[in-house]
């Protein structure tokens, strides 16, 4: 498609703000009013309209995408994502680890463990570890105190959340995220450290890394998402 415009501007709607082309309101992929929570998020998704070409790319607009995703699904269906979401911690990337004699495990250890432990204690909750193949649970009090923690965030707050859950397989890194101090490169890595793991040790195809930076690149941009869709987390 064609750019069709060529002024692009915010202005507040309500309690929310919304993105203008040549005047216009942008809507939903859906048809709705795209009403956003925050100037700052609403100026930054101004600037994915601002940097298109004469051809529109829908990749370059996503942002567009979780807001869209927000408003047009997640906000109708709440509970859908978050039964989605709590389903990652089963399989939580950072719970589990190679067997204890491998040479992974001890770096998995090192990465991983911190993040567990500070997370555990923010939520007030335990997570199980395994090593080596299986499956174990978690204690039904730490997955009821997920689904709480989940059910308090908006819609918007959701759709980032499952970005990061799906790009890091981990639905604790994506919650820690949130934190003011969190490093998303740094967590990126972390939940990404059994590839970086056989890269460093058999050597890297190109494919491969071009996915990989696409994939820390889609991991930052849901973040930062997050991060102005929440005025409350650029605080401190």
């Keep these: 498609m064609k750019r069709f415009w060529k002024?692009?501007?915010?202005?507040?709607?309500?309690?929310?703000?919304?993105?203008l082309l040549d005047g216009r309101a942008?809507?939903?992929?859906?048809?709705?009013?795209?009403?956003?929570?925050?100037?700052?998020?609403?100026?930054?998704?101004?600037?994915?309209?601002?940097?298109?070409?004469?051809?529109?790319?829908?990749r370059a607009?996503?942002?567009r995408d979780m807001a869209d995703y927000a408003i047009d699904h997640i906000s109708a269906h709440p509970g859908e994502i978050v039964d989605t979401l709590l389903r990652y911690i089963d399989t939580d990337t950072l719970?589990?680890?190679?067997?204890?004699?491998?040479?992974?495990?001890?770096r998995q250890q090192t990465l991983w463990e911190p993040i567990l432990m500070a997370f555990e204690a923010r939520h007030d909750l335990r997570l199980t570890r395994v090593s080596g193949v299986g499956h174990r649970p978690h204690p039904q009090t730490s997955m009821d105190r997920l689904r709480a923690v989940l059910t308090g965030q908006d819609a918007f707050a959701l759709?980032?959340?499952n970005v990061l859950t799906t790009l890091a397989a981990s639905l604790s890194a994506a919650l820690t995220v949130m934190?003011?101090?969190?490093?998303?490169?740094?967590?990126?890595?972390?939940?990404?450290?059994?590839?970086?793991w056989q890269a460093e040790l058999w050597g890297w195809d190109?494919?491969?890394?071009?996915?990989?930076?696409?994939?820390?690149?889609?991991?930052?941009?849901?973040?930062?998402?997050?991060r102005l869709s929440q005025g409350h987390l650029s605080e401190g």
Aim: charged residues 25%; proline residues 6%; aromatic residues 6%.
């Design 61 to 63: 607009l996503p942002m």
């Design 26 to 58: 942008v809507r939903t992929q859906g048809g709705n009013a795209q009403i956003l929570p925050t100037a700052a998020l609403a100026q930054t998704m101004a600037g994915e309209w601002r940097h298109q070409g004469e051809e529109i790319d829908p």
């Design 95 to 106: 719970c589990y680890r190679a067997d204890p004699e491998d040479a992974l495990f001890e």
């Design 206 to 226: 190109l494919l491969a890394e071009e996915n990989r930076a696409l994939r820390l690149k889609a991991f930052e941009t849901a973040a930062e998402f997050l």
């Design 7 to 19: 002024e692009v501007a915010t202005a507040p709607d309500g309690d929310g703000w919304r993105i």
């Design 159 to 161: 759709s980032a959340l």
């Design 179 to 196: 934190e003011t101090d969190a490093e998303p490169a740094t967590l990126f890595a972390a939940a990404n450290a059994e590839e970086d």
